[in-house]
């Protein structure tokens, strides 16, 4: 099989999965809807003809018997219950295992025989749960008519059928039939006859509507709209043969088919979208990188120039805005947005809050934000994790919940905000909240620090341990937590995404943890500084301001720097000259300026300018780690460009300079 078609397909398939995973959590609480069931439907019906032709037999099967259970479900002859959606949430993911064997290029193997055995006891009527509607499944061109059932119950597994069939002159007619589950005696008397006639009347009046003969043409729309096969909603338009008047009149088009214009045969839509593979735009996007640097150096260099030469100063503008423009475009194309990243949510809070025992209330908001598709590609697991935490260690059971004076149940709200160049993403709980001295003594008796350590924190530190690898509030491991791995991890993407993480909360009231990230990663805004004669730069995101260094402000507590640059904030004082050059910078004595920062007071020689820069890797250097790369300037030359969270995490341990 080609493998472009095959990769086609897994990306269609992942996005219908999806989509349909989403659909069951809305149909869970609005079972009878039917547009629902529709695209449910419509998602397993496409993801069989696609394994169908890619002779996935083990798929075709599975997603078969999938189809049976919603076309009833859609039909109305079954009613969606917590077990069965359960069945068919478990049913999606061997669809997910499956396609991920067939994208390792191996046939997928058959679905769990127990979990497929249930997903055909509840298609044909035999879940445990009792259905409003009794049925037994339809033979071949017979349609059951459920009104009758309503009005003459009879026992299990009996009914009344009904189907088209033509008279000898072609016109259409109706042949009932009363089917049980054991054969009836035929009527001895007149009576019987009677009660049959009765019920054949009752039968016409379902169909044809009270009052109205059979032939007519309201009989013939009525007939076509209670006889319309289920499967004809999807496939077309059900028409009906001609009446027995002589008139070659069609029934109208069933539920969801469009009208086709006057001029002839509808006209389908053209399709303006087109999928390109993502390495393709990774080297677009380099290539415009490539431009913004030489756009740089060509400021630069006609800025020296002065006014000298007009044309080449205006040259220099035009070509300043055309390469802005194509960096937009092509960042843009890469947009995706943030409901991709939320769509798995729905499934995790439900599947963990019954594991919990937790009643809770997910608020999504601000799907439509975009954001870079590698941050929503990287960001997808570490998300999924907060939201987990938060319903393990925020909210609290419904009956504490009660205690406290809140509902039982609880709101955990994930939201995306726009903001400039960057993107928020909130994921708050109304739950206890954290308590920093608890985290502390958590720490201690783990050893993941000490005493001493523990005594010198602040606030805000005190809830950062929880990002440190070991850490867990849980005594117990349980499936969703208390093995400490998860926040570290957490942080560490955020980290590798060129952003941060910030914590609030307050007791009883819920905690909120925000996720700031750059819009894309294609392009680095920076903060050039000197170092004595060394050029340095600076991610422009974790710069709060610049400001002047007050010695006065400076202050050793427990024999650590630190410089009070508010009335109630003491950060870390980060001498960079003795960090990165071995040479303090002497304050009073030396050109001193300081850049303030989440981390700390950094202090430099000068603070130069901002600038877009283009990311390179670093391969050389032996202490990479405190560096995110490297850059070319405005003046062609090259500069390291800083991890500040990378060097004061090295400060912190004994080895550090």
């Known amino acids: 099989m080609d493998n472009d078609i095959l990769q086609e397909f897994l990306a269609e398939s992942r996005e219908l999965l999806a989509d349909a995973q989403a659909q069951l959590l809305r149909l869970e609480a609005a079972p009878g809807d039917a547009a629902v069931l529709g695209a449910i439907f419509r998602a397993f019906h496409t993801l069989k003809g696609g394994a169908g032709f890619l002779e996935a037999a083990s798929m075709v099967d599975w997603c078969h018997h999938l189809e049976d259970l919603l076309d009833k479900l859609r039909a109305g002859k ?73 009005l003459d119950p009879e026992p299990a597994g009996d009914g009344t059928w009904a189907e088209t069939r033509a008279q000898a002159s072609g016109a259409p007619g109706v042949y009932v039939q009363k089917k049980t589950s054991s054969p009836a005696p035929a009527p001895a008397s007149a009576a019987g006859e009677e009660d049959l006639e009765a019920e054949f009347e009752r039968m016409l009046d379902s169909v044809y509507g009270k009052g109205v003969a059979p032939g007519s043409a309201t009989s013939a729309t009525s007939a076509a709209s209670a006889l319309r096969d289920p499967l004809a909603d999807d496939a077309g338009a059900a028409q009906l043969p001609a009446t027995a008047g002589g008139g070659a009149g069609a029934a109208p088009p069933a539920r969801g088919a469009q009208p086709a214009p006057a001029g002839g045969a509808a006209q389908d839509a053209p399709d303006t979208t087109i999928r390109v593979d993502s390495a393709r735009l990774d080297q677009a996007m380099n290539q415009v990188g490539e431009l913004v640097l030489l756009r740089n150096r060509l400021s630069a260099a006609v800025s020296r120039l002065g006014q000298s030469d007009e044309t080449l100063a205006r040259l220099a503008r035009e070509t300043d805005l055309a390469v802005n423009d194509l960096q937009n475009t092509v960042m843009r194309l890469r947009m995706q947005p943030c409901k991709r990243l939320f769509q798995s949510l729905p499934r995790v809070v439900r599947d963990a809050s019954r594991s919990l025992g937790k009643k809770v209330r997910l608020e999504l908001a601000g799907e439509d934000v975009e954001i870079d598709k590698t941050v929503i590609d990287a960001l997808s697991g570490p998300l999924i994790h907060l939201v987990r935490n938060a319903l393990d260690h ?66 805000r530190e005190m809830l950062d341990l929880i990002f440190m690898p070991g850490f867990s509030t849980k005594e117990q491991v349980s499936e969703l937590s208390g093995r400490g791995v998860g926040m570290d991890v957490v942080r560490s993407a955020v980290q590798g995404l060129r952003g941060r993480v910030d914590i609030t909360t307050r007791a009883n009231q819920g905690t909120q943890l925000s996720l700031e990230l750059p819009l894309t990663l294609a392009v680095l805004p920076v903060l050039y500084f000197k170092l004595r004669r060394e050029t340095y730069a600076l991610p422009v995101s974790v710069v709060d301001n610049l400001m002047e260094i007050d010695p006065q402000q400076v202050h050793s507590i427990s024999g650590r720097l630190m410089a009070q640059v508010g009335q109630d904030r003491i950060v870390p004082y980060i001498d960079l000259g003795l960090q990165l050059q071995g040479v303090e910078l002497r304050l009073g004595h030396d050109p001193c300026e300081g850049i303030l920062t989440e981390h700390g007071l950094l202090v430099v020689s000068e603070a130069l300018g901002t600038e877009d820069s283009v990311v390179k890797p670093l391969d050389i250097s032996s202490q990479t780690s405190w560096y995110q790369g490297a850059t070319i300037s405005g003046g062609g030359d090259v500069v390291l460009i800083l991890d500040i969270a990378a060097l004061t995490r090295a400060m912190r341990t004994p080895q550090a300079a």
């Open 394 to 459: 925020g909210l609290e059971p419904p009956e504490q919940r009660v205690q406290f004076g809140k509902p039982e149940e609880g709101v955990l709200r994930v939201q995306a905000v726009h903001l400039g160049d960057k993107v928020q993403i909130h994921v708050s709980d109304d739950g206890r909240g954290m308590d920093g001295h608890r985290i502390v003594q958590s720490a201690l008796s783990k050893g993941l620090i000490t005493e001493s350590d523990a005594a010198r924190l602040s606030e």
């Open 78 to 150: 079954l009613q969606a219950d917590g077990g069965m959606i359960d069945a068919i949430l478990r049913s999606t993911d061997v669809i997910e295992r499956m396609l991920g064997e067939m994208a390792q290029g191996e046939n997928p193997a058959p679905g769990p025989g127990e979990l497929g055995a249930l997903v055909k006891a509840y298609a044909s009527g035999q879940q445990p749960a009792a259905q409003a509607v009794r049925q037994v499944p339809p033979v071949a061109g017979d349609t059951l008519i459920e009104s009758v059932e309503a």
